[in-house]
């Protein structure tokens, strides 16, 4: 276990369930004290991903290139971070790009699942992403690739890295956006109303871009920017599509979902809905990834503020070249 002689602090169990809950009833109030329902069952996901660890490198294309855009953003920021946590870190590929650059020091993984934690090259600590065990003000930097989009209480996450961040740190994120999977979401609503008479859960309800930066406004950050990149990549057959998000453990965890086992007719006519409504003149089918990305800092004096409303000199009518001013 690493500690204060590495330059950084872990509150492993004091605390931790106590700082969640001031999180949460800090953001939501007083009627957060109850469990709210929660969408994702995060141990069937962990399971998961532990499960599929060893084969996750053969899988991790778009947190490759999420790592590459996380990378270009650390690049133009003109300052130095010397300890950075990397959350939610899956095999090590943000750390393994960022580790890189000269501007970034001490990179600690964390991630819930130790088969994924295994194959990560640096320091690590084995956490949930919606109950951080770090003291407060110990990171410069938090970046998180690709797993945000699975927390239950996303708020309340950031309000915990907002907290574990130094005053003027920097959260870098990158999570899966409404968008992604929409033809996947199609095809299995259809083919649940045809042979079931009705439809259940299957693809994550994920966060929209314009929500994000007033998601991180609320919880005390600064300067949020949130963008928004769709990817789209093709595989030759849906059942291939399946079987690749599988791998990567992101297969339905919803809580909602059927509790009975997929029977092969129902797959064989999600892939049959899928294939007529979307494949391409070649025959392979395309699948839709949204990739959002958040950029907010932890408030500091030194950071811009907005003018008082009413202080400005000059008429907006007089920079338009107006002829009539009110």
């Given at each position: 276990?690493?500690?204060?002689?590495q330059?950084?602090?872990?509150?492993?169990?004091?605390?931790?369930?106590?700082?969640?809950?001031?999180c949460?009833?800090?953001?939501?109030?007083?009627?957060?004290?109850?469990?709210?329902?929660?969408?994702?069952?995060?141990?069937?996901?962990?399971?998961?991903?532990?499960?599929?660890?060893?084969?996750?490198?053969?899988?991790?294309?778009?947190?490759?290139?999420?790592?590459?855009?996380?990378?270009?953003?650390?690049?133009?920021?003109?300052?130095?971070?010397?300890?950075?946590?990397?959350?939610?870190?899956?095999?090590?590929?943000?750390?393994?790009?960022?580790?890189?650059?000269?501007?970034?020091?001490?990179?600690?993984?964390?991630?819930?699942?130790?088969?994924?934690?295994?194959?990560?090259?640096?320091?690590?600590?084995?956490?949930?992403?919606?109950?951080?065990?770090?003291?407060?003000?110990?990171?410069?930097?938090?970046?998180?690739?690709?797993?945000?989009?699975?927390?239950?209480?996303?708020?309340?996450?950031?309000?915990?890295?907002?907290?574990?961040?130094?005053?003027?740190?920097?959260?870098?994120?990158?999570?899966?956006?409404g968008?992604?999977?929409?033809?996947?979401?199609q095809?299995?609503?259809?083919?649940e109303?045809?042979?079931?008479?009705?439809?259940?859960?299957r693809?994550?309800?994920?966060?929209?871009?314009?929500?994000?930066?007033?998601?991180?406004?609320?919880a005390?950050?600064?300067?949020?920017?949130?963008?928004?990149?769709?990817?789209?990549?093709?595989?030759?057959?849906?059942?291939?599509?399946?079987?690749d998000?599988?791998?990567?453990?992101?297969?339905?965890?919803?809580t909602?979902?059927?509790?009975?086992?997929?029977?092969?007719?129902?797959?064989?006519?999600?892939?049959?809905?899928?294939?007529?409504?979307?494949?391409?003149?070649?025959?392979?089918?395309?699948?839709?990834?949204?990739?959002?990305?958040?950029?907010?800092?932890?408030?500091?004096?030194?950071?811009?503020?907005?003018?008082?409303?009413?202080?400005?000199?000059?008429?907006?009518?007089?920079?338009?070249?107006?002829?009539?001013?009110?």
């Amino acid at each position: 276990m690493l500690g204060k002689s590495q330059g950084w602090e872990v509150n492993w169990r004091r605390g931790t369930f106590a700082r969640v809950t001031q999180c949460r009833q800090q953001l939501y109030g007083e009627s957060m004290q109850h469990d709210d329902a929660k969408p994702f069952d995060r141990e069937l996901l962990a399971r998961r991903r532990n499960r599929f660890a060893s084969v996750a490198g053969a899988h991790d294309f778009l947190l490759r290139r999420v790592a590459d855009d996380i990378g270009e953003r650390l690049q133009i920021v003109q300052r130095d971070f010397p300890k950075a946590l990397n959350l939610g870190a899956h095999n090590g590929a943000v750390s393994e790009l960022i580790r890189r650059l000269p501007n970034v020091g001490l990179v600690i993984d964390a991630d819930a699942c130790d088969a994924m934690l295994s194959a990560c090259a640096g320091p690590r600590v084995r956490c949930d992403e919606e109950a951080l065990p770090f003291t407060d003000g110990v990171f410069d930097l938090v970046v998180s690739g690709l797993s945000l989009q699975f927390v239950n209480d996303l708020p309340g996450t950031f309000v915990q890295v907002r907290k574990a961040l130094k005053a003027d740190g920097l959260f870098l994120a990158a999570m899966l956006g409404g968008e992604t999977l929409k033809e996947l979401r199609q095809s299995w609503l259809s083919a649940e109303a045809d042979m079931l008479g009705g439809a259940s859960p299957r693809v994550a309800p994920f966060a929209d871009v314009r929500a994000l930066g007033s998601l991180a406004q609320r919880a005390g950050f600064a300067l949020p920017v949130a963008d928004s990149e769709t990817i789209t990549v093709t595989y030759g057959s849906p059942l291939a599509l399946m079987q690749d998000l599988r791998a990567m453990g992101a297969s339905n965890m919803l809580t909602g979902r059927r509790r009975v086992p997929v029977t092969r007719g129902l797959v064989q006519r999600a892939c049959e809905i899928y294939a007529d409504l979307f494949a391409l003149y070649d025959g392979r089918v395309p699948a839709t990834f949204e990739i959002l990305s958040l950029t907010a800092w932890v408030p500091h004096e030194s950071q811009p503020k907005p003018l008082v409303p009413g202080s400005g000199k000059i008429s907006l009518a007089k920079v338009l070249g107006s002829k009539t001013e009110d």
